[in-house]
């Protein structure tokens, strides 16, 4: 969704609620469309996350929408920096996704690979390590920094099976590094995953750091047990 149509959609809601008796947690949600309505907002909010604002941009944020809503003349000429707003989006992005790196390359136990990306084996395995040439079989869940999932093998109870060349570059270096029945967390640096190109349809952004929690289940064809 454009920022300029959604924020002329937040401008409704957040205006409205703004002029309501109470605070947003003492109004009840009986009706489907006061769900709708929270559903909504609560999308906005999650919406924002890429900006990184702090609580004075917010506060910001709300006096414009209030001003928008009530037809008051703008502080700023809004036609020349709606085109920035992608931009402030992501730099913003990018930061975020900065201190996410940081955060896990923190973590104990946690270990930095060459290409940046950072291992954390959750539970060890006990099996043989495959090679980049292997296809591997594994259960996964894949998150942006927000915490937000954007794929789960899990939640499909559908484990993926696929050749460890043909994935991205975070998971061709992460899983190598795996034996069959490990457990572990790969935290993976936008050039490591798909970059500026994220799958159509997906909900990763991009230039997006991404986390997978991955199982490795099985490498088939591998009986040598090397």
Known sequence: MKWTMLATMAAGLLASAAQAQGTPKAQALESE????????????????????????????FQRAIAEGNAGTAPAVEIDQYAPKMQTLARSRQAKVGELFLEKAAQEKGAVKLPSGVIYKELQAGSGPSPKATDTVSVHYRGTLPSGEEFDSSIRRNQPAEFPLNGVIKCWTEGVQKMKVGTKAKLTCPPKTAYGERPPTGSKIPPNAVLAFEVELLSIPGNTSGQ
């Open 33 to 60: 469309d006061a769900k709708t309505i929270y559903a909504f907002g609560y999308s906005v909010g999650k919406g924002l996350g890429s900006f990184a604002l702090t609580a004075a941009e917010f506060e910001l």
